[in-house]
């Protein structure tokens, strides 16, 4: 992948954030895994890994938008538009069919 000097720059900084987090959960997933026999790698070890692996993916995207300014807007939410007219839920006219 190619990436500018500043994307570089950024992609280090996050690597950086996240190695050491990063380094002993994969340790403790290792040891989960060497603690079970190849009959209990599935069912709950299987979640449980699967659980530990999306939680490193949630810490790589908090990573990746900690170093960076916030983009929310600067004034007040618009209110929100009123509803026009009353509708159905089935999609029907009223009065009947």
């Known amino acids: 992948m190619d ?3 500043e994307q570089e720059a950024e992609a280090r900084r996050i690597y950086d954030v996240l190695k050491d987090k990063m380094d ?13 026999e190849t009959g209990e ?18 810490a ?3 990573g990746a ?3 960076r300014k916030k983009g929310g807007t ?3 939410a618009s209110p929100a538009g009123t ?3 009353r509708r159905t839920s089935s ?5 009947g069919s």
Do not use: N, Y
């Open 24 to 36: 002993a959960d994969l340790m403790a997933m290792a040891r989960l895994l060497a603690s079970k």
């Open 3 to 5: 990436l500018t000097a």
């Open 60 to 62: 790589a995207i908090e």
């Open 65 to 67: 938008l900690a170093g």
């Open 74 to 76: 600067s004034g007040p």
């Open 83 to 85: 509803a026009s007219g």
């Open 91 to 95: 999609g029907t006219r009223r009065g």
């Open 41 to 58: 790698l599935f069912g709950r070890t299987e979640f449980e890994v699967r659980d530990r692996v999306h939680a490193l993916g949630a």
